[in-house]
């Protein structure tokens, strides 16, 4: 059985025009990542022009209510930037932990319960999310 997964996307206000982390381009790569590790993704929700420090972004929060009424088994996001935040952090990964919730990374890879773990194969992406989703910046 294909697990379900939820995708977030951000773009904060200060940002700037840096295209590699368009939403258009954050979707995308998230949903290329779930078809090529089998997950059913159930949405992808975006907020746009969030400032990096916002508790509650409105979509963020549509997304986790979505892990906890639905059977979803991945939260999909680009990198760890998009989730950005310590209490935002804390508190998205005790939910994803309570509800059995592996966080996915587009750039970093796979994050099983609170035990991160560094991908050297993907060091050379890092800071050049082009590599990492086949376009150029």
Known sequence: MTQRAIGYARLNIDDGPYEALSI?????????YAIDNGFELVA???????????????????ALAVIEDNDIKAFIIFDLSRQSGHLRSIRTMQLLAANGVTLHTVLEGRFPGFGFTYFD?????????????????
Not at 121 to 137: D, F, I, N, Y
């Open 121 to 137: 194969e993907l060091e050379g992406s890092r800071g050049h999310p082009e590599q990492a989703v086949g376009g150029t910046a």
């Open 24 to 32: 258009d381009r954050q979707r995308q790569a998230i949903e290329d």
């Open 44 to 62: 992808c929700l975006a907020d746009r022009d969030v400032a990096r420090d916002a508790l509650h972004p409105p979509k963020l929060e549509a």
